[in-house]
């Protein structure tokens, strides 16, 4: 299990990565972040066949990292948190492209 980075490391390595560039005109751009569970591959036939409530198996186990993107580009892994009723991910490492394309092959 890796450590999450906290907000202000965040802000700090951002600080340091625009070297120049205004942090408030940062704080305007916005990113779209999502995070890939697990893949699957279905024949297009069952994908067609499927309604409301159909249930995808994923390629996954509990306890595999996940991939989280920006924009659709790899950024970082992480992990799954569960807490009451609210599920959240901690971000475990930096994300390699090259991982993330060999994944989907």
């Known amino acids: 299990m890796g450590k999450a980075l906290a907000p202000n490391s965040i802000k700090r390595v951002l600080r340091q990565l625009v070297n120049g560039v205004q942090v408030s005109q940062l704080e305007a751009v916005e ?4 995070v890939i569970l697990g893949r699957s591959i279905l024949p297009m036939q069952q994908l067609l066949r499927m309604g409301r409530g159909a249930v995808i198996p994923l390629e996954v186990g509990e306890n595999d990292e996940v991939w989280i993107l920006a924009n659709n580009h ?12 609210k599920v959240s991910i901690s971000i475990t490492e930096a994300a390699h492209v090259y991982d993330f394309e060999a994944a989907a092959a």
């Open 31 to 34: 990113i779209d972040i999502s």
């Open 74 to 85: 790899p950024i970082a892994r992480g992990e799954i948190i569960i807490q009451d009723e």
